[in-house]
């Protein structure tokens, strides 16, 4: 090279070094790899010496030997070798059960062993494919049978899962197969065997081929075993794991044998009942064992619910479904107990002579042989019954069903004397003479046909005395005079019947009448001034009657001109408030008041109120009687007292049906409405707020005030007098 680079002209100072430094490296670095390639054909040669040596000792019979040579020659395939060698020492000693094999983790136990030498890293898994088939040959051949030996399901798999590259993978699958075989009756080997089948189609690609053949094994095993449990979870878990085994029909047998167990306990006739209609036509020993056993039960608990009914009709029903198919051997009792029923009923029926339980026997028993007799003693009894709770109809009935029964001339006689005795109430309470009348025309022979015409004559001659004396006394509007004959002849019927009626009706009609007649008729001449003592005692006489007046909407004034409580007020006061809630206050004392009419909003503005008692009404006077300019007096309620107020009259205007008394007073306020007298304390009219006022009747004047006449107010005052 020094050469070369001389002959180039490229060596020249520290050129001529560096060139020179180069040169050693490279020849260095040829001596190197020439080193690094004789030391690995030093170790091949060892390798192959300590191979060579190693068949001297390879049959020893000590693993001594070998591990002392194993660590003169540590080389990687003496060493597997060698391992392996020792490895089937300690198989032969377990094997042969040698009392002086040396100790060491893998040779006392077959299960021992199989850890020792497939779980640990003592011998891996070589990479040379010479020495990984003589390794898989000589220890996993080994390592199969001490599993064989060891019969683990644990060990199984995890040899099974950590070697699944093995070329013995199907010898190991054979041995465990076999092993499985014999555990076919334990649910951790199924667990093993579906482990087993998953594993080996992940290798192989394909199903295990005796996958079916073991799963039928431990069908039939586990079958076997859930049986000889005979637990519900057992059977249920059974199922569950093998939907689609062979014998799964007879273990849903066992299932529901089970549940019929449980359900006769409970009583359950659902399920029994579910049961028979399942396996009544299988013919599986257990399947009809258990049909037996459901109908009994059913039967026993359908006699003890028939029992309990206790009816004949009952009983012959549970003897009609059971007669054939008899389990339980109770249709025996049953009739005893019916023809017992039979007896009892009969008995109590003629103990106590109640057509009802004769009527019921013969419905439980229609085929008695001793009908006839009952139903003749039923009629008997029908007959006592109604004359007993005075049933004219049903006895009525009773005679036509059965005209020849003895009793059927004593039913006459009752019918007769009951329509009387209606007749007579009917007549008494009506005051009339029909019912009476109409007995005669049913019984004109009869019995009492003379005491209801007795009966006629007298309620004819008490009507017409009665009538006579009321035209008497309304002829005359008299109402005292008939109130005076009704007390002297009290022992009139109508007398006592109607008279209080007739009577108020009377003093109502003669009310209207006066009121009719004082606010019409119209004096001869222009009033005379009234006497200060007498005004006064009138006006204190109106007062009393004159009541403050409040609903929920507003409050003004109103009078009593009716007898019975009838007051007359404004109509506003009562629109939109609850017309049974208006509260009055009068003469110091408070009630509460219903409405009876008012007037709608484009009326008059005039409403009438009843409240309960009995007053001296207001008198009333013509307002046609007043002269122009004569003072009349206004009271108005509030809620404490009655004001009095001053004004004068100053003329009527008439608007269509209704006439305005048009008053001239600064002391008046229309506020709260007010009766307006005249100086007769008489009234004439209501006050009427002005925006009430009917407009053709109103002036715009000041202190000008209008009252609606009485005489427009007469027909609703007359409709609520005459009133019901």
């Given amino acids: 090279m020094l050469k070369l680079a001389k002959t180039l002209g490229l060596v020249s100072g520290a050129g001529l070094v560096m060139t020179l430094m180069m040169a050693a490296c490279l020849r260095v670095a040829t001596d190197s790899s020439h080193a690094a390639e004789a030391k690995q054909r030093a170790a091949t040669l060892g390798e192959q010496e300590a191979l060579d040596?190693?068949?001297?000792?390879?049959?020893?019979?000590?693993?001594?030997?070998?591990?002392?040579?194993?660590?003169?020659?540590?080389?990687?395939?003496?060493?597997?070798?060698?391992?392996?060698?020792?490895?089937?020492?300690?198989?032969?000693?377990?094997?042969?059960?040698?009392?002086?094999?040396?100790?060491?983790?893998?040779?006392?136990?077959?299960?021992?062993?199989?850890?020792?030498?497939?779980?640990?890293?003592?011998?891996?898994?070589?990479?040379?494919?010479?020495?990984?088939?003589?390794?898989?040959?000589?220890?996993?051949?080994?390592?199969?049978?001490?599993?064989?030996?060891?019969?683990?399901?644990?060990?199984?798999?995890?040899?099974?899962?950590?070697?699944?590259?093995?070329?013995?993978?199907?010898?190991?699958?054979?041995?465990?197969?076999?092993?499985?075989?014999?555990?076919?009756?334990?649910?951790?080997?199924?667990?093993?065997?579906?482990?087993?089948?998953?594993?080996?189609?992940?290798?192989?690609?394909?199903?295990?081929?005796?996958?079916?053949?073991?799963?039928?094994?431990?069908?039939?095993?586990?079958?076997?075993?859930?049986?000889?449990?005979?637990?519900?979870?057992?059977?249920?878990?059974?199922?569950?794991?093998?939907?689609?085994?062979p014998l799964k029909k007879r273990i849903i047998l066992r299932v529901d044998h089970l549940e019929l167990r449980d359900a006769c306990v409970r009583g359950d006739q659902d399920k029994m009942k579910e049961i028979i209609r399942k396996y009544e036509n299988d013919k599986d020993p257990l399947a009809q064992a258990d049909v037996r056993m459901a109908v009994s039960q059913l039967e026993q608990i359908e006699y003890r619910e028939t029992a309990a009914a206790g009816t004949s009709v009952a009983f012959r029903q549970f003897i009609a479904r059971y007669k054939d198919r008899d389990y339980a051997k109770l249709v025996r009792e049953a009739n005893s107990r019916l023809m017992k029923l039979h007896d009892q009923m009969l008995v109590k029926a003629r103990a106590t002579g109640h057509s009802r339980l004769y009527r019921q026997f013969l419905e439980s028993f229609p085929e008695s042989p001793q009908k006839a007799a009952v139903e003749k003693e039923m009629h008997e009894a029908e007959f006592r019954e109604a004359i007993a709770r005075k049933d004219r109809?049903?006895?009525?009935?009773?005679?036509?069903?059965?005209?020849?029964?003895?009793?059927?001339?004593?039913?006459?006689?009752?019918?007769?004397?009951?329509?009387?005795?209606?007749?007579?109430?009917?007549?008494?309470?009506?005051?009339?003479?029909?019912?009476?009348?109409?007995?005669?025309?049913?019984?004109?022979?009869?019995?009492?046909?003379?005491?209801?015409?007795?009966?006629?004559?007298?309620?004819?001659?008490?009507?017409?005395?009665?009538?006579?004396?009321?035209?008497?006394?309304?002829?005359a509007d008299n109402a005292s005079q008939f109130a005076t004959w009704l007390i002297e002849n009290a022992s009139n019927n109508y007398a006592s019947k109607r008279g209080k009626k007739d009577l108020e009706s009377l003093k109502n009609e003669i009310d209207v009448r006066q009121l009719i007649s004082d606010l019409t008729t119209t004096a001869a001449a222009p009033s005379r001034a009234v006497l200060p003592i007498a005004q006064a005692r009138a006006l204190s006489d109106a007062e009393r009657v004159v009541a403050f007046i409040e609903t929920s909407v507003s409050s003004g004034t109103g009078f009593i001109f009716g007898r019975n409580g009838l007051l007359l007020t404004n109509a506003h006061l009562v629109w939109n408030a609850d017309p049974k809630k208006i509260k009055t206050r009068m003469a110091r004392q408070n009630r509460m008041g219903t409405l009876v009419s008012a007037s709608e909003p484009s009326g008059p503005d005039l409403a009438v109120v009843h409240i309960e008692g009995t007053y001296d009404p207001i008198n009333v006077g013509n307002s046609a009687a007043l002269a122009t300019g004569e003072g009349i007096i206004c009271l108005s309620g509030r809620s404490t007292k009655v004001e009095t107020a001053k004004g004068r009259y100053l003329r009527t205007r008439r608007v269509g049906a209704n006439e305005w008394l048009i008053i001239q007073s600064t002391e008046i306020s229309p506020t709260h409405g007010g009766v307006i007298l005249n100086q007769r304390a008489r009234a004439i009219g209501i006050l009427v707020r002005p925006e009430n006022v009917d407009p053709a009747a109103k002036e715009n004047a000041p202190g000008i005030l209008y009252a609606l006449s009485l005489r427009s107010a007469l027909p609703m005052m007359e409709k609520a007098i005459l009133a019901p």
């Fill in 53 to 245: 040596l190693f068949k001297s000792v390879e049959n020893a019979s000590k693993a001594s030997i070998i591990e002392r040579f194993i660590k003169d020659h540590p080389y990687p395939k003496v060493v597997l070798l060698g391992r392996i060698r020792i490895a089937e020492l300690d198989y032969k000693h377990i094997e042969t059960q040698n009392p002086f094999r040396p100790s060491r983790p893998g040779n006392d136990t077959w299960q021992g062993f199989v850890n020792y030498y497939a779980f640990t890293d003592y011998i891996p898994i070589p990479d040379d494919p010479e020495m990984q088939e003589a390794y898989y040959k000589r220890l996993h051949t080994l390592i199969i049978r001490a599993l064989g030996e060891v019969n683990s399901f644990d060990l199984w798999m995890r040899y099974m899962s950590l070697y699944s590259q093995n070329p013995y993978f199907s010898q190991a699958a054979e041995q465990m197969e076999k092993f499985l075989i014999t555990r076919s009756d334990r649910w951790e080997g199924y667990e093993i065997l579906k482990k087993l089948l998953a594993l080996w189609e992940e290798r192989v690609k394909q199903p295990y081929p005796n996958g079916e053949m073991l799963v039928r094994k431990f069908q039939e095993g586990l079958a076997a075993v859930v049986e000889r449990e005979d637990r519900m979870d057992a059977y249920r878990r059974y199922l569950d794991t093998f939907p689609d085994s």
């Fill in 393 to 475: 109809d049903g006895l009525k009935k009773l005679r036509d069903l059965y005209p020849n029964s003895s009793m059927a001339p004593s039913a006459l006689e009752h019918i007769e004397a009951w329509e009387f005795d209606q007749a007579q109430k009917s007549a008494l309470a009506e005051l009339t003479t029909a019912p009476l009348r109409a007995f005669l025309k049913d019984h004109p022979k009869g019995k009492h046909a003379g005491g209801a015409q007795d009966l006629m004559d007298s309620i004819t001659g008490q009507h017409n005395a009665y009538v006579a004396e009321l035209q008497k006394a309304r002829d």
